[in-house]
Nanobody
């Protein structure tokens, strides 16, 4: 069955960095686009980024452009989100999702606080 497992979240100070990973299994990872979505506390879901199957095309929501980088390693069936220059407003549960949003991971908490 399809599984997406995020890891790498944690507590970080403003201006710090984190790298999230999403390990995928149960489908042809290299054939599908992938998304990062986040849910800030008390707010709705927010699309963060997506990447095409080949990994050479990405898109980002305006608030993270220049600070976040999405990449993937199709040989390892893993999606990444490198986050730098973190701000308190980046605090959220971060989810990876498969193209079409039919499958999501369980999420990983990112907290940006001093």
């Amino acid at each position: 069955q399809v599984q997406l497992v995020e890891s790498g979240g944690g507590l970080v100070q403003p201006g710090g960095s984190l790298r999230l990973s999403c390990a995928a299994s149960g489908f042809s990872f290299g054939s599908d686009g992938m998304y990062w979505v986040r849910k800030p506390p008390g707010k709705g879901l927010e699309w963060v980024s997506n990447i095409n199957p080949g990994g050479d095309t990405t898109a980002y929501t305006d608030s993270v452009k220049g600070r976040f980088t999405t990449s993937r390693d199709n040989a390892k069936n893993t999606l990444y989100l490198q986050m730098s220059g973190l701000k308190s407003e980046d605090t959220a549960v971060y989810y990876c999702a498969r193209q079409g949003y039919a499958y999501w991971g369980q999420g990983t908490q990112v907290t940006v606080s001093s």
